[in-house]
């Protein structure tokens, strides 16, 4: 590990607010408390320390939401919608009626981080991140409650992904536009939420159904290999190499490691994606502090080397999870940038 | 019926430099500047705490390095108990203590008596005496929430399978119950015969709501208030067994209540429970025997049990009192049991109870308090009455939803959608486990409560439910201060509900200490536990 705790602890309190620093310490502490060194977790003391919100139909700082509940598959996809757009009535969403008949509003399709092992749509941190989302991006927002490991291993995270996507689709009212003909959908995720994202987009593409892009916040990606900012990161800005690799084996086959596809998407394990037409456009955000940077930047050269747009956002100063709290000029950058990134599409299609 | 949140929280396009929150308390006074940003996180985390806990942190990150290989951090952590992780500033405080290998009584890998060399790098790893005793956990009730939120409640919705056809259904009990608010009748009576038609076309939880609430909204409208509910008590009795039966509510509040009383008990030799709405008695065989088993032996048990007159002729509270006595004499266990009746907790004065002395008193309340604000005044006497008996622990066990608000309509949606969840959850719940006869008994159970919300007014409206954060200022008005239910009782909680439970999606909720039961993300109800300040 690069440096004792002491100086980590110092040299991460200087490059973020003390509230963000004192956020994500806790987290990291607890995280490191549940983790067992047998690969096993504590599940129960995990769920009993998240902080969770229910949905909230009342408008709040105008948007509101309600949780979808899927029988079959016991899978809760939580939806945000703006309160000024849509009007509610008596505390429910009009939900006979898309989301506009004379714009395109977006609905992006938000996969929650956490490593594939902590967090759900309703933990507080992530309830609040979508919230705001629907105000800067003005967008609709669903929450995808996907499930994790390592009770469920891959591809448990996909599948979800991919049926939250496939029911959004369907969905009457969340279609917009002139001629409201359709549902314009975004994927979107943060760590483990933007591995979840890559994949889906993967499978949208080759089965024709259409996204509209993808935007990664600093996304799980890893290999067999110890690359150059994993090792001089390592332990430095709240995450050590060890800690990724226990949630490898937490989500990847057992026996499997890391060269897995889902872990090395442009590995050679992995299957090409140059030829998928449809794959859409990603903007990729990056944490210049975060270890796993020079996977995120090898997944933006495959990404252009597979002929794909991609956009990269590197904030230089960032470490992981900047974005928990608005408190800090990544942030607004990342808002502005996301805004930007689906919006600038949106004049595309509107004239078609 | 949107209300927009005038209080703003946390807007998105301007960083605030000053991210403090007054709270303030009901009489006016500024109570700390709760840092907003962590707030809405679900952490009460003052601002001018923040060096504070960022030291405690780094202590914590300290005290983990530090652990001996054998005795790893998770196995330790899942040792040490828990409490309300909103309370940061104390949580870490627990922690700190709760790894550091000098302070594991419970469970002691090391024994005591040996002298352990960890080496001379550890030696600059602080003891007990640097690290200062764990304070006495916050527990003042006006920290735990901004303020805004309890002004502005919030409407948890979950909707079933886009339960898109249902959406008509709900679009026109609400124009119904809108128009019954304006008193335009006609109207009113026009879509409830509606409603009729269209819950035919529904299937499973939908159209059982539907029919209910349809059922409730004809009674206002046609003014055929239905008669009280605690007129049959023996038929009351007997829907809350179905009710217990059929899904895993009760018997979660009656768990969550015994674990609080059980420790709350523990090291007294002589104790007494006041169960403020004895019904069948159904929570306390468990008690008695986790007392019976506990170390060093069960203590003394006294129990007092209050319930509403009976209209037969049977004694009905004390014939529960000896079945209990017969279920106590077969552990082991000395018991004493007596029992009152009382139309109303209001009607009860602490000279009406024997108290002795040496004995610690806990006091059990199962969805009997929100019946109290159906008269004034009465939810004073009684927390009046509580404080005079003076218990060790007061355990309250509520609906979490606000089924009280003034407006006919607001109450009207809000059950609507807390009803739902609930019958959602009866219909999910297990398919082969549980009889139709309970199914249905529990349907019928829940279907008088829906009644009373929407069909009665005034002091036949006996469901008056508030949700934790209502109670919590009450509470805290009145002078008590919450004990808090920790992860062991999580855990376990949890674990019941995978025997039980008899289908999917039931969660357990940790809140500010307490802990709830949901469907899914909906919590529906809470045990809170509390003592005198």
């Known amino acids: 590990m690069a440096g004792g705790n002491e100086v980590n602890a110092n040299e991460s309190k200087r490059v973020v607010p003390l509230n963000t620093w004192i956020l994500i310490s806790n987290f990291k502490l607890a995280y490191n408390m549940l983790r067992r060194p047998d690969g096993t977790f504590n599940r129960d003391l995990n769920e009993f320390l998240d902080r969770k919100v229910p949905a909230n139909a009342n408008p709040v700082d105008g948007v509101y939401s309600f949780d979808v509940l899927d029988r079959a598959t016991s899978l809760i996809n939580r939806v945000y919608l703006s309160s000024t757009e849509n009007e509610t009535q008596w505390g429910i969403s009009e939900l006979e009626k898309p989301l506009s008949t004379t714009e395109i509003v977006p609905v992006i399709v938000f996969f929650h981080g956490g490593s594939f092992v902590h967090s759900s749509a309703n933990s507080a941190i992530y309830d609040t991140f979508c919230r705001r989302l629907v105000n800067t991006c003005k967008a609709a927002v669903v929450s995808v409650n996907y499930r994790r490991s390592p009770e469920h291993r891959y591809p448990c995270a996909y599948d979800d992904g991919w049926a939250a996507l496939k029911w959004v689709k369907s969905i009457s009212w969340l279609k917009s536009g002139k001629d409201v003909s359709k549902v314009h959908v975004y994927l979107a995720g943060d760590s483990s939420g933007g591995n979840i994202a890559h994949h889906v987009a993967v499978r949208a593409a080759e089965e024709g159904v259409e996204v509209l892009g993808n935007i990664l916040l600093h996304p799980l990606f890893g290999g067999e290999e110890r690359t150059e900012s994993e090792k001089k990161l390592d332990g430095k800005y709240f995450v050590k190499i060890q800690d990724r690799d226990w949630y490898w084996r937490a989500y990847l086959p057992e026996g499997e490691d890391r060269d897995h596809p889902a872990c090395n998407v442009f590995g050679s394990r992995s299957k090409s994606i140059e030829g998928l037409v449809y794959f859409p456009k990603s903007l990729v955000v990056v944490a210049g502090l975060d270890l796993l940077q020079d996977w995120q930047l090898g997944y933006v050269e495959g990404l252009k080397k597979s002929g794909h747009e991609v956009k990269l956002l590197y904030l230089e100063k960032a470490t992981i999870g900047f974005y928990f709290l608005p408190n800090n000029d990544h942030f607004h950058c990342l808002m502005d940038e996301m805004k930007r990134f689906i919006h600038s599409s949106n004049c595309e299609y509107a004239t078609t | 019926m949107k209300r927009e949140n005038n209080f703003s929280s946390c807007s998105s396009s301007s960083s605030k430099p000053n991210n403090k929150m007054w709270t303030s308390s009901p009489d006016g006074e500024v109570v700390d500047d709760v840092d907003e940003l962590f707030a809405v996180l679900g952490y009460n985390l003052k601002s001018s705490d923040m060096a504070d806990v960022a030291q405690k942190i780094q202590q914590l990150e300290q005290v983990m390095g530090s652990v001996q290989q054998n005795a790893d951090v998770s196995h330790l952590a899942s040792e040490t108990v828990h409490y309300n992780p909103s309370d940061l500033s104390s949580w870490l405080d627990t922690m700190i203590s709760g790894l550091n290998p000098d302070f594991t009584p419970a469970l002691d890998p090391i024994p005591k008596t040996s002298v352990i060399d960890f080496g001379s790098d550890l030696t600059a790893i602080p003891g007990e005496a640097i690290y200062p005793p764990t304070k006495k956990p916050r527990t003042s009730p006006y920290l735990s929430l901004p303020s805004e939120q309890v002004g502005n409640p919030t409407r948890p919705v979950v909707l079933v399978d886009s339960q898109e056809n249902g959406i008509r259904l709900v679009h026109t009990l609400m124009a119904c119950a809108e128009a019954v608010q304006q008193e335009n009748f006609t109207l009113a009576e026009a879509l409830v ?28 409208i046609y003014r055929l208030y239905p008669t009280s509910n605690k007129q049959d008590t023996a038929f009351s009795d007997l829907l809350q067994m179905h009710f217990y039966e059929t899904c895993p509510y009760l018997k979660f509040a009656h768990f969550t209540a015994n674990q609080a009383i059980l420790e709350a008990f523990e090291g007294k030799s002589k104790v007494h429970v006041i169960d403020f709405g004895m019904n069948q008695g159904i929570q306390w065989p468990a008690l008695l025997q986790a007392l019976a088993l506990r170390p060093g032996g069960p203590p003394v048990f006294r129990l007092t049990g209050i319930g509403p007159p009976s209209h037969d002729n049977t004694d009905h509270l004390q014939e529960i009192g000896w079945k209990l006595a017969q279920i106590a004499e077969s552990i082991n266990v000395e018991f004493e049991y007596k029992g009152f009746v009382a139309n109303s907790l209001a009607d009860l004065e602490s000279s009406m109870f024997d108290l002795r002395e040496g004995e610690t008193v806990a006091i059990n309340s199962i969805f009997e308090f929100h019946q109290l604000l159906a008269r004034v005044g009465a939810i004073e006497k009684v927390l009046g009455l509580v404080k005079d008996l003076k218990p060790e622990i007061l355990t309250v066990v509520e609906q979490e939803a606000n089924h009280n608000g003034s407006s006919f309509l607001d109450r009207f949606t809000e059950s609507l959608h807390y009803y739902s969840t609930l019958f959602d959850s009866l219909e999910s719940g297990g398919e082969g486990v549980v009889s ?62 995978a025997l039980f439970a008899g289908g999917d999606g039931y969660r357990v909720e940790e809140n500010n200490g307490c802990l709830m039961l949901g469907w899914h993300t909906r919590p529906l109800i809470a045990t809170s536990a509390w003592k005198l300040s």
């Open chain 2, 193 to 220: 015969k509606n409603v009729g038609f269209l819950a035919v076309s529904q299937a499973g939880a939908m159209r059982k709501v539907a029919t209910y609430f349809a059922e409730a909204l004809a009674r206002r």
């Open chain 2, 436 to 497: 139709d006869e309970d199914k249905v008994m529990s349907e019928v159970y829940l279907g008088q409560q829906i009644c009373n919300v929407v069909a009665c007014d005034g002091v036949d409206r006996i469901e008056r439910h508030e949700s934790l954060d209502k109670w919590r200022i009450r509470f805290g008005e009145a002078g008590f201060e919450p004990v808090h239910l920790g992860s062991n009782a999580y855990k376990q909680a949890s674990m019941l509900l």
